[in-house]
């Protein structure tokens, strides 16, 4: 049975439900964006926690926060500012290891916001 979740400002269309290689996690929709194709388009700080808007490269927007999944390799998001979001990507390091990477996803370009 196929469950279907439904995240704030991401389209019904856009939602696909895949499980890691042992079956335990499901996906969030932001899991399925290269990383380059995100930017922070909102930040908010309420009660002292940190959540942010990222928008993709079509126009659609996801709500994150820190423990977040987004990128294709496994990013879980460890801190939110206004000006950038740290995750740690899980890479393939060679020869069947694998490594944590950092990577930052920074503010979108002001004007940057409409589809392109």
């Not at 740290?86 to 944590?100: F, N, Q, T």
């Amino acid at each position: 049975m196929r469950t279907i979740v439904r995240q704030l400002f991401v389209p019904i269309a856009a939602l696909l439900i895949c499980a890691n290689a042992n079956g335990t996690q499901v996906r969030e929709p932001a899991e399925l964006v290269d990383l380059g194709d995100l930017c922070i388009a909102y930040f908010v700080l309420e009660k002292d926690r940190a959540r942010a808007g990222l928008r993709d490269h079509k126009g659609i927007f996801y709500r994150v926060e820190p423990g977040s999944y987004v990128g294709r390799n496994n990013g879980r998001i460890e801190s939110i500012t206004e000006e950038a979001i740290l995750l740690i990507e899980i890479v393939e390091a060679g020869g069947g290891d694998w490594k944590e990477r950092e990577a930052t996803i920074v503010r979108c370009e002001p004007g940057k916001l409409s589809s392109e």
